[in-house]
């Protein structure tokens, strides 16, 4: 998978890069560059610019000096956060708690990418949406289910970082029973949080995010794939989601009460 930066208009490109599990199956990733109401710039996640694309991001960002800020959305998307760093030092740097407690020695921001203050921030350019139910940060360092989504409200896009999937992959990928479709991360059974009502809050949540966002033109997903949305489908989709779940929301129930 070559890396590509893909215009969805109205301000929004987003980078679709690599990612290879064992350095042989390149499930991909992705950031994105937003051109704020401002003028200026925020990038949503880190990621390393080949150069042919810094090249396309200097063009349109003044060599970088109006990317004002870098918003890492994902606990356990730290990879290249150093790299992004480097690359705009200008730039704000916001992470989740995790991101500061892992990369201590980067200049954080104090502002969390997790609180209201940071969406009423930016209120004016995107929604801000964490689950609920879910933890954001498992203690199990496999469970990636939570992040910080974000609808740019501008060109209707939804960025998302493994909270929902979709995945558009040749053999071996294929075989997974989720790709093609839009739907939950895999983990969620073990990323909800272990008390009663959980479950109930998560669908609820996963519910009001498609009521809300109805008006989203695409998904911007991790790992792999865009996602082009007709009309007022979210809610569609989600709500099928939902049903395919329901075993496992079911399971908690039962479990937590």
Request: glycine share 8%.
């Amino acid at each position: 998978m070559s890396d590509r930066l893909v215009d969805l208009g109205e301000g929004f490109w987003s980078l679709r890069g690599s990612l290879r599990l064992g350095g042989i199956v390149d499930i991909g990733t992705q950031c994105a560059l937003v051109r704020l109401a401002s003028g200026n710039f925020v990038f949503l996640d880190s990621y390393p610019l080949t150069d042919a694309i810094r090249a396309q991001v200097d063009a349109l960002t003044d060599g970088g000096t109006k990317v004002e800020a870098i918003l890492n959305l994902h606990p356990f998307h730290t990879l290249h956060c150093e790299w992004m760093h480097s690359a705009f030092p200008q730039a704000k740097l916001y992470g989740t708690a995790r991101h500061v407690e892992h990369l201590p020695e980067l200049p954080w921001e104090t502002l969390r990418c997790e609180h209201d203050a940071l969406a009423e921030l930016y209120a004016e350019d995107f929604a801000f949406s964490v689950p609920r139910g879910v933890t954001l940060v498992s203690d199990d360092e496999t469970v990636h289910f939570s992040s910080v989504l974000a609808l740019h409200r501008a060109s209707g896009t939804v960025h998302v970082d493994d909270t929902f999937v979709y995945l558009r992959k040749g053999f071996p990928l294929s075989l997974l029973p989720f790709t093609g479709r839009f739907g939950f991360h895999p983990t969620l059974a073990k990323a909800l949080e272990p008390r009663a009502g959980a479950a109930d809050e998560f669908r609820e949540w996963a519910i009001e995010l498609g009521i809300d966002w109805a008006d989203a033109g695409c998904i911007a997903a991790a790992h792999n794939a865009l996602l082009p949305l007709d009309g007022e489908e979210l809610p569609e989709l989600i709500g099928a989601a939902l049903g395919r779940v329901k075993p496992v929301l079911d399971a908690h129930r039962a479990e937590y009460g």
